[in-house]
């Protein structure tokens, strides 16, 4: 079982860049898929990235194509979310999760077997 806490969110303006983290308890990290979603007030949690035990693959939806990256470090137990050129509309809460089965989780949330508790990011205009 795997412990997930996430930390970086807050208030910034339109065009302001976050980076969010999930530390990760265990020592087993490495095992797990990794996956960012978010969730808008009264809406299903949506895909934002997922990222490979290894860290070689990643994916992205199209809404923040080409202005978040996802990373991680398996000597940390850390995967990150940078998040450039922000919008109003990625105001939510941000998630990380943690797949222990498949290499690659991609973007269904039901991959994903444990949850940390979330951070609000607020991007005003």
């Known amino acids: 079982q795997v412990q997930l806490v996430e930390s970086g969110g807050g208030l910034v303006q339109a065009g302001a860049s976050l980076r969010l983290s999930c530390a990760a308890s265990?020592?087993?990290?490495?095992?797990?898929?990794m996956g960012w979603f978010r969730q808008f007030p009264g809406k299903e949690r949506e895909f934002v990235a997922a990222?490979?035990?290894?860290?070689?693959?990643?994916d992205y939806s199209n809404s923040v194509k080409g202005r978040f990256i996802v990373s991680r470090d398996n000597n940390k137990n850390a995967v990150s979310l940078q998040m450039n050129s922000l919008k109003p509309e990625d105001t939510a809460v941000y998630y990380c999760?943690?797949?222990?089965?498949?290499?690659?989780?991609?973007?269904?949330?039901?991959?994903?077997?444990?949850w940390g508790q979330g951070t609000q990011v607020t991007v005003s205009s």
């Open positions: 990222i490979s035990r290894s860290g070689l693959s990643s």
């Open positions: 265990g020592r087993t990290f490495g095992t797990y898929a």
């Open positions: 999760a943690a797949d222990p089965v498949r290499y690659y989780s991609g973007s269904s949330p039901t991959n994903y077997d444990y």
